[in-house]
């Protein structure tokens, strides 16, 4: 529930910055009116680098390779034991 809150204060603060730059003449009128594009495409750009970072960032668990090689082995000789044809390695 709190991070619901903190989102809804952050859209209210950027609606009243955005409300207060379309009162005042700080910025040009045609140029206040893209704010909210120009916002979805910055989000759009940041989380798309986020998700680059996080791929990039991945750890390897060499450790647990191991380990999962060994369960599939075992799991194959089970199969095998039990009459199943699990394929060629």
Request: glycine share 8%; net charge positive; no cysteine.
């Given at each position: 529930m709190k991070h619901v809150l903190k989102i809804m204060a952050?859209?209210?603060?950027?609606?009243?910055?955005?409300?207060?730059?379309?009162?005042?003449?700080?910025?040009p009128r045609s140029y206040t009116w893209l704010l909210p594009i120009y916002l979805i495409v910055s989000l759009g750009c940041y989380g798309l680098l986020m998700v680059g970072v996080g791929l990039m960032l991945f750890p390897t668990c060499p450790q647990e390779a191991v380990l999962l090689q060994k369960d599939i082995a075992e799991a194959k000789e089970f199969?095998?034991?039990?009459?199943?044809d699990v394929g060629s390695d």
């Open positions: 952050l859209l209210v603060a950027i609606s009243a910055f955005w409300i207060g730059l379309l009162e005042t003449s700080v910025v199969l095998k034991n039990k009459g199943v």
